[in-house]
């Protein structure tokens, strides 16, 4: 007797388009203060470089307590809402309050000033983790189709490009919109209008994924921490996609933290930070189908590796930008920002992948786990582009100031500059590439309804 064959399950076009407008407060959550954050405490707050770059990275290294706990703990969550669902609405309430604070603190220098952002971007840290943890397994438990998954975060990748858009371009207006290079007051109403903006895509998210079909997930894996650990650290096609990620998150980060000085020391305009953003972000609004189209024609592996070797050809070509000018770095930041679409839209589908394979192949639902472990892990890693990136301009003499009293940087700050930009992340891009060789999961190794689809 042959078996009827089973129909994918899809995902609508309004819990797409809810699910993805989440985006805005994950892409404008990582981007800005990965854009301004390092650049605000140097430049703003009198704190030397180095001091300032473990500041940005310290909170990060909390994500590998709390990421995981809360990724556990929404596995385990039995409402009427849905095991993720309550985890989106805490930090919906929570995450904009703490992200203000770590922009608009008391009058503080040095060492001071230090502290306090810091305390400040660890609360926010955590309530960010209440969201971003569990929003991140909802794909592996909406569709059981492998090409699906594709689709559904296509979506979410265009909301990714518009918020990184809005808020890489929005945040730098206003923090310039009183005087060349910004005040502390720009600064506290760039936080109040992002916070705004960050509410709003969480709750929109919230009430948007309310219809969202579930795949008939299994029960929640009781076992303990450490069997749980055990067993993503026993997935080889998790282990090496979670190192490939975080090789390329590291080089984005450092890339995001060196962009305003860029802007002011390289190409010599601060406020050219809005249009090489522009430059950056531009592609996902525009590419998505693109790579939809390359992933099924190639496989997401083969996909993946275009669109690396785009991100890391692109990034190491600016390094000519002191010879040819302004426009050619933002010509290349517009190829660089299209092998950025390509990898960040891979990445989600392909963790998907790997989520729903683990379901279907042990009967466990560990979804929270390992994008718990994920998020813990990538932001952790991800955090060290601004410390790296502090480490070099320090090494290059970079002298820290406040807008009162401008300081002229030695050539060899300038030079640093450049170079962590440019040639030190894109080398980390190469490296990206090898690892991409390494995964192996594809539709013929996915236990899933139609992989043809």
């Known amino acids: 007797m042959i078996a009827p064959a089973v129909t994918p399950r899809t995902v609508s076009t309004g819990v797409r388009l809810g699910y993805g407008v989440g985006s805005f407060c994950t892409a404008t959550f990582n981007a800005v203060p990965g854009l301004l954050l390092l650049y605000y405490m140097t430049n703003f707050l009198a704190v030397p470089a180095w001091l300032a770059g473990v500041v940005v990275a310290a909170p990060k290294v909390w994500d ?15 409402s009427r809402l849905g095991p993720r669902r309550p ?33 400040c971007f660890i609360a926010a840290a955590t309530a960010y983790a ?18 699906e998954r594709t689709a559904l975060l296509q979506w979410r990748m265009v909301f990714i490009g518009a918020a990184t858009a809005i808020s890489g371009i929005l945040a730098p207006t206003i923090v310039n919109s009183q005087g060349e290079n910004g005040t502390l007051d720009s600064h506290r109403l760039m936080a109040v209008v992002i916070a705004a903006i960050m509410m709003a895509a969480m709750l929109g998210a919230f009430f948007g994924t309310a219809r969202a ?19 993503a650290r026993g997935n080889p096609a998790f282990v090496w996609l979670l190192l490939l990620s975080c090789t390329q998150m590291l080089a984005v980060s450092m890339m995001l933290a060196a962009a305003p000085y860029f802007a002011s020391y390289t190409i010599g305009d601060p ?18 189908p693109l790579w939809v189209r390359l992933s099924r024609r190639f496989d997401k592996r083969g996909a993946m590796l275009i669109a690396a070797l785009l991100f890391g050809g692109g990034t190491l070509a600016t390094l000519a930008t002191p010879l040819i000018g302004s426009w050619y770095a933002h010509a290349m930041l517009l190829l660089v920002g299209t092998g950025v679409a390509g990898v960040q839209l891979l990445q989600f589908s392909m963790l ?5 394979t683990d379901a279907l192949t042990t009967g466990k639902r560990r979804a929270g786990v390992f994008t718990g472990l994920w998020t813990a892990i990538e932001s952790g890693v991800s955090s060290f582009g601004a410390l790296i990136f502090g480490v070099i301009l320090s090494a290059g003499g970079f002298i820290e100031s406040e807008p009162s009293t401008p300081v002229q ?8 500059v450049l170079i962590g930009q440019t040639a030190v992340p894109a080398l980390i891009i190469f490296l990206s590439v090898l ?9 013929a190794a996915v236990p899933a309804t139609d992989a043809s689809a």
């Open 352 to 356: 998907a992948d790997v989520i729903a």
């Open 64 to 78: 590998l307590v709390i990421n995981p706990a809360v990724g556990r703990w929404s596995d385990r969550t039995r």
């Open 87 to 119: 985890w989106l609405l805490a930090g919906a309430l929570t995450t904009p309050v703490a992200f203000f604070l770590t922009f608009a603190g008391p009058s503080l220098t040095g060492v001071d000033a230090a502290l306090y952002v810091g305390a």
């Open 271 to 288: 406020k050219a930070t809005n249009t090489l953003f522009a430059a950056l972000v531009g592609p996902m609004l525009l590419t998505m």
């Open 213 to 231: 079909p579930m795949t008939g997930a299994p029960e929640p894996d009781g076992g303990r921490w450490r069997e749980q650990f055990a067993a």
């Open 130 to 147: 209440l969201f971003e943890v569990p929003y991140k397994a909802m794909p592996a438990e909406m569709t059981d189709d492998y090409h």
């Open 435 to 443: 690892m991409t060789l390494k995964y192996r999961l594809s539709p």
């Open 409 to 416: 940087q030695p050539d060899s700050a300038v030079t640093a």
